[in-house]
């Protein structure tokens, strides 16, 4: 099984420390998450900006704002804006009506609750956050990991296939079971710190992006070829036929 901590060294030696994109409040988190779709760091980034910039971010703000100037920001995240405008407004009131407006304080609670129980803190906020527009587990476990609220080990949700290629050789026989497979293989490997699993998840990401490319991994360029199963599922493939 390749080691977890050797992978991050050498991925960081390739790709220098990573620093996290976009807010770090849960329910700006939240926000930013429907302000792009199809969902990326730079479709979300503008999106959010533009609303920040032109109607503010608080739930009153984003509530007194016309649906159609809402609208009209989006556009700049991408495709379906009218549905995402229609998510902020439902995201705003949910915070509003139900958290006084402060997601995060009710998070926080449950996370004291997490000292006395391990485990059951973290499953309440990850329902609370699960329970939101477009968030689901791997979405609620990254808020909870950057917003420092709790060291989940979470794994870049769009790029589940690098560490499913890194430790058993390939996918696996559904997303769901991937994404709770590498999780299990970094909450055991990592030091259990918000700065340790941040950076994990960043350097994974990072590789998927630059390299282990979803629809077809770079190996050749790859600097984990010696350390990777995918590779050694391959040759073992080769030696068989
Ligand atoms: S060797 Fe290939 S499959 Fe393995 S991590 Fe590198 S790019 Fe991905």
Redesign the pocket.
Known sequence: MPNVNRILETLEKTYGPQQAAGPTDPYEMIVYLNCGYPASDARCAKGFDALKREVGLSPREILAAPQARLTKLLRLGGIVPEQRAERLQEIARKVKGEYGGDLKAALKKWMQEEKQQTGRGVRAAKKILREFPVIGEPSAEKILLFSKLAPVAAVPSAFVE?PA??WFGKAGKSYAADYGAARDILSAGLAGTIEARQRAYLLLKK?GQQ???RSQ???EI????GQ????QLQAADRNIV
Request: proline share 11%; glycine share 0%.
């Open positions: 690098v290629r890194l590789h390299t282990c490319k991994p770079k190996c790859c600097p984990l070829t990777c199963a995918y590779i």
